[in-house]
């Protein structure tokens, strides 16, 4: 059967693609041999291609969205009853084929109302957590509410700051029944004078006029005005009911909605939070207060994110304001543009109670941003280049759904106005009023914690297993769309990329949870049968060390999050007020940009050892020196390189147990200066993708501009069929090759006069020693390094060279746009000169070599190397210093860009002046990379001859093209 | 009903009502101040007379005029003791310890004039009404030494349709003490560094625009402002004798009744325009 469905699927694919075209059309017939037949978790059945299926690893069943391409012929399809709850608090049962997406549902409720603005609308879900959740119309419904009843709601989605703008009265009818059930239940407070008035609007609308014999006296108290509604309540609303004469339900709608759309909650939604880190600059704390661990609520509404303490707003970010939001396991970062004063981008972040909750916050302010403030939908993230998740808003933006309803034509259609029966009963649509709701949720997340302290490895392995069979439907659903115009690439059927999909597996389940039985659980269960056997060769102390490693990692890349702004504010704060002394650093930094982007990004290529890292002072944070990369990470690396140049799965495991022991043992020496390892792509890569398994999704939304959006959502899962397709993909297109380790570089740091001096230190990349010949993969960042040079870097890049930019920082999550240009070749050189007066100045540079390994499938060779002056290593702290001034210059050529950013500062009565220079070559293989290092150093030295050198990193990733050819 | 629509949030500076209080004897040696300043009693006592002169007779408002307490020596500052907006009243519970019983007068009389009454009884929450912007659309609360978090959360809890902010007051007394509202949409504010940065922060905070009218005086930022029938837009501020600069910046206000107050004693002891009254708007309708 697979083989049938396979060579069906390849056959009916322009049929799909037909369909696809139609956005509306009813539920795709999707594949129902398999679904019916075979339980969800069967996906295995995937129709496999021909290639594939000669594979024994059954990874390759994974591969897949082919499957989802597959139409076979029609048999048996499985027909789902769905239960709405409507508006007026009416349940609305309609039948929905099984695989149907949420837009069928959708819209056959909307045909139901005979709504046109539906734009503004949305169907949610509860969770098992009782969670709203929006339906995402792109994917299947049924992997979307996983378990659960088939019951829904229709909600309001994006409150209209102006529903005077809307074009028919029924769509006000709808917002107005929303808002009611806002009212009545809490969500949307409002005083007692405001609930008269929209009671009283609310009667007007649903009885007409006044009439005493019709009415009689006590006509009111059937109806719910308020949370807590009282007979005083209800005789004013009498009262001011009785001056509405003539009023049709219409206008008594309007002015409902008028008076409404004034309350400061209106169309704000609301999530619970705690703050992470110090905001004392961006928030008002009470005096003397410390606001780390602060309970908020984070609330998106129409013109941006509004942070409240208790009822009291203590800040707001506007999305203008915003470059970019992002989230990472429970944490919620936003990326804050400078202010007037400020120099410095800064990275806020906010711990929700869980990683669902992070999630979907995330989601709703995507679509809030993307609704309301772009003209229209940002295309979603092409499939190859996004290791992150897909999700964007896909439907209409106000601007175009105001522009489609004024071209409705229809004469306004007739509708009835339901008695709002439900409001005799004190239940509302979403149930618990808000404080209700609040304490539920934080009873919800203290359980969380504690369960994952106590609870044992099986039942975590069991949720976390659906999280990630959600999350892999999710990014399936959304690879699937955006595969579909180009089918088959030959790639995609590489069998050797898939193992590296699945290596870093394990790592990622590890990285979710804090206490490492549970986790290695949780891998041993997830990962494919090599990966299994290998993981449970791993020594228990082992592992739970490399999973509090993985963890720390982790929670350094949450730290670090795509911002390198982050970076950025920490060496502000450094420079402000560390407790360092001197500034020595000279940073000369060449590397690529991509590579060096994704790194930090991501914060796959550190291992730092801090998992308290978000709770430590940032400066504190850059300084943390990681000692060592962990076992499995090597062992993984190791053993997949093995598999991949074709040794068999027993001799792998083997062998790279013992190398990766080696590695490990081996590497903390030579690492010492390397705060940061790079770690291969693969892992990157593959972390990426088991983001939804291990709860550590990382995603980035940028905004207004420099928009870029990650959200890791990959899911690995071997159920899901059509989740290898896309990885390999990925890789092809993507990723970064890391090759060969060019010895070139340190000799053209010895041919610079600069370098001569410095002392070279070698990093270590575990890789490195096993297989000397072969590229090793590792790229070590230093934190330290990243912080300094690739914030200000991006900064530049930004405002000069947006695009280029975009691929440095994006490789991981949206280097889709870049990864266009597969010939490009970026070198990205970031100096940093410190005069200091004292200077003592480093004279001695480290050196730290990463190898690149080379990996199959991956046509991109990535090359780091940073050399440092010993004192520039120093970590820690920082002389106090006073900021003098910086600027930032970039000068292009045609294929280099060069980034100037230069500080002044006085620490302790000495002047210094730091000078970081980033310097980004593109351009084809034929430039002679080691001599643009060369002169970009010489130069600087010429420029600045009374200035030291304290820190060169390189960066260079080669794209090579591989015969396959990727398109 | 379109009036009470409208009614219900707009109408910004349509007050009808003004409470004031008397001035004690007590003011002049024992009232709080920041300076060492000695207070002329008689001064301030002609002061306040003119102050609630123009109130009441040139203005037209009724003025509910609370009897001086001897024990309370700053009880000239009405505005601390209560929060008025719409028909609700929140009675305050002040920062200092000295003042708390000012706000007794203060619930009797807004009882008086059949407002709804909520009462600050958390004796963890301070909260001085000088600390309280209202600019129509929405609250801004400055933490300072007479105000905290909790009073700002019982606030916005009394007054559920707007948006309460809580800004910080790096300096001065109270929030008010460097900033008022002239008009609707329009924020006075000192030129100093700290009141320049609170108005930032306001901004950043609210959903709505605001127009700013800078002026070199701190003090003399906190200006009384009112919309009133056939008078339109009414701005008290202070003297030209006190503050000649500002002066020639109001003037610029050609839209607004302009009406130069004396305030000079009062000033010593911290106490500005708008200190000195607490203004309602009754409606007629309901």
Known sequence: ?967 | MAGKMAGLMAGFGHYTHAVVRGVPASLAKEALRSSQAEVDLAGARSEHEAYVQVLGTRLGLEVVVLPADESLPDCVFVEDAAVVCGDTALITRPGAESRRRETEAMKAALKELNLNIVEMTDENATLDGGDVLFTGQEFFVGLSKRTNQKGAEILADCFKDYAVSTVPVLEGLHLKSFCSMGGPGLILIGSSEHAQKTLKIMQQMSDHRYDKLTLPDDLAANCLYMNLPNKGHVLLHPTAEEFPESVTVFEKLKDHMLIPVSNMEKAKLDGALTCCSVLITKRADI
């Open chain 1, 1 to 967: 059967m697979t083989t049938e469905s396979g060579a069906d699927s390849e056959a009916k694919q322009p049929q799909e693609n037909k369909e696809k075209g139609k956005a509306k059309a009813a539920a795709e017939p999707v594949e129902p041999e398999n679904q019916s037949e075979l339980p969800a978790a069967a996906g295995h059945s995937t129709p496999a291609r021909k290639e594939q299926e000669t594979q024994e690893d059954d990874q390759v069943s994974h591969q897949s969205s082919t499957s989802r391409l597959s139409r076979s012929p029609l048999k048996g399809v499985k027909i789902m009853q769905c239960k709405v709850t409507m508006l007026d608090g009416s349940d609305f049962s309609v039948n929905v084929e099984k695989r149907a997406k949420g837009h069928v549902l959708f819209d056959k409720v909307c045909d139901h109302l005979n709504l046109m603005e539906r734009d503004y609308f949305g169907v949610t879900y509860r969770d098992v957590e009782n969670q709203k959740n929006w339906i995402d119309p792109n994917k299947e419904l049924k992997k979307q509410i996983r378990t659960g009843p088939w019951n829904f709601a229709f909600n309001v989605k994006f409150y209209p700051p102006d529903p005077a703008q809307l074009t028919e009265d029924i769509t006000r009818y709808y917002l107005c029944l929303q808002l009611r059930d806002d009212v009545v239940s809490g969500r949307l407070p409002c005083s007692f004078a405001t609930h008269t008035v929209l009671g009283s609007y609310t009667v007007q609308s649903e009885l007409g006029d006044y009439d005493p014999e019709e009415l009689g006296s006590d006509y009111i108290s059937e109806l719910r005005f308020a949370p807590n509604q009282t007979k005083e309540l209800e005789e004013k609303v009498m009262e001011l009911h009785k001056t509405y004469k003539a009023m049709t339900p219409a206008e008594a709608e309007i002015h409902f909605l008028e008076n409404a759309k004034k309350l400061s909650m209106y169309g704000v939604d609301l999530h619970h939070a705690k703050l992470v880190g110090s905001l004392n600059e961006s928030l008002a704390p009470a005096e003397g207060e410390d606001s780390e661990g602060v309970e908020i609520m984070l609330g998106v509404c129409s013109s941006g994110l509004l942070i409240y303490r208790d009822r009291l707003r203590i800040n707001r970010f506007a999305w203008p304001k915003i470059l970019k939001i992002s989230y990472k396991r429970n944490n919620f970062y936003i990326k804050i543009r400078p202010g007037e004063f400020e120099q410095f981008e800064s990275t806020i972040g906010f711990k929700l109670p869980n990683h669902r909750a992070a999630k979907r916050l995330w989601k709703v302010c995507v679509e809030h941003h993307t609704f309301f403030r772009l003209v229209s939908p940002e295309a979603p993230p092409k499939k190859f280049m996004s290791l992150g998740s897909k999700f964007r808003y896909s439907g209409r933006t106000q601007a175009q759904t105001r522009r489609a309803s004024s071209q409705i034509q229809r004469l306004a259609p007739l509708f009835e106005r339901s008695a709002s029966k439900r409001y005799n009963m004190s239940r509302s649509l979403d149930g618990a009023p808000i404080t209700e709701s609040h304490e539920t949720l934080m009873k919800d997340s203290a359980a969380d914690g504690v369960s994952k302290v106590i609870a044992t490895g099986d039942i975590i392995a069991a949720v976390t297993e659906k999280k990630a069979e959600e999350e892999k439907a999710e990014q399936e659903d959304a690879q699937m769309a955006a595969a579909t115009p180009e089918p088959s690439t030959p790639l995609r059927h590489d069998t050797k990329c898939s193992p590296h999909v699945y290596s870093s597996d394990p790592l990622r389940s590890e990285l979710s949870l804090p206490s490492s039985p549970v986790s290695s659980t949780k891998v041993r269960r997830r990962r494919r049968e090599g990966a299994r056997k290998r993981a449970s060769s791993v020594s228990p102390a082992k592992s739970s060390d490399s999973c509090r490693r993985r963890q720390a990692l982790d929670d350094r890349k949450a730290a670090l999050l795509d911002e390198q702004v982050l970076l950025l504010s920490a060496r502000k704060q450094r420079l402000e007020q560390g407790k360092r002394r001197g500034g020595m650093l000279f940073s000369f930094s060449l590397h690529l940009p991509d590579l060096s982007s994704y790194l930090d990004e991501d914060g796959y290529i550190s291992f730092p050892d801090l998992s308290e890292m978000r709770f430590l002072p940032m400066c504190a944070q850059n300084f943390m020196p990681i000692k060592s990369p962990s076992l499995i990470p090597c062992f993984l690396f190791i053993f997949f390189f093995l598999l991949s140049t074709s040794f068999s799965v027993p001799y792998a495991i083997s062998l790279s147990f013992p190398l990766a022991l080696c590695l490990c043992y081996l590497e903390p020496k030579a690492a010492s200066l390397t705060a940061s390892i790079a770690h291969g792509y693969h892992d990157h890569d593959s972390s990426e993708e088991e983001e939804e398994e291990t709860d550590s999704e990382q995603t980035d939304f940028a905004f207004d501009g420099d928009m870029t959006a990650t959200e890791s959502d990959a899911d690995e899962d071997s159920e899901m069929p059509t989740q290898d397709a896309s990885p390999p993909e990925e890789m092809v297109k993507h990723q970064t090759n890391i090759s060969e380790l060019k010895r070139s570089f340190l000799e053209t740091g010895d041919t610079s006069s600069g370098l001569t001096e410095w002392e070279k230190r070698l990093s270590s990349s575990p890789a490195r020693s096993p297989r000397a010949d072969e590229p090793p993969m590792i790229v070590p960042l230093e934190p330290e390094d990243t912080q300094d040079e690739l914030p200000a870097g991006e900064e530049t890049k930004g405002e000069v060279e947006p695009k280029l930019a975009e691929s440095t920082l994006g490789w991981v999550s949206s280097s889709e746009k870049t990864s266009a240009e597969p010939q490009e070749e970026a070198v990205v050189a970031t100096e940093t000169e410190a005069a200091p007066a004292e200077s003592t100045g480093p004279t001695s540079l480290d050196v730290i070599e990463v190898g690149t390994k080379e990996v199959p499938v991956v046509h991109t060779e990535t090359k780091t190397i940073t050399y440092e002056s010993a004192e520039g290593e120093t970590n820690g702290d920082v002389d106090p210093g006073v900021l003098l001034s910086a600027q930032t210059i970039t000068s292009e050529t045609t294929s280099t860009t060069t980034t100037t950013h230069i500080t002044k500062m006085v620490k302790g009565g000495i002047s210094e002046t730091r000078i970081e220079k980033r310097i980004v070559i593109t351009g084809d293989s034929d430039i002679d990379h080691d001599e643009a290092l060369a002169q970009a150093i010489k130069e600087a030295k010429e420029q600045h001859p009374d200035m030291s050198v304290t820190k060169v990193v390189v960066h260079k990733e080669t794209e090579i093209t591989p015969e396959e050819g990727e398109d």
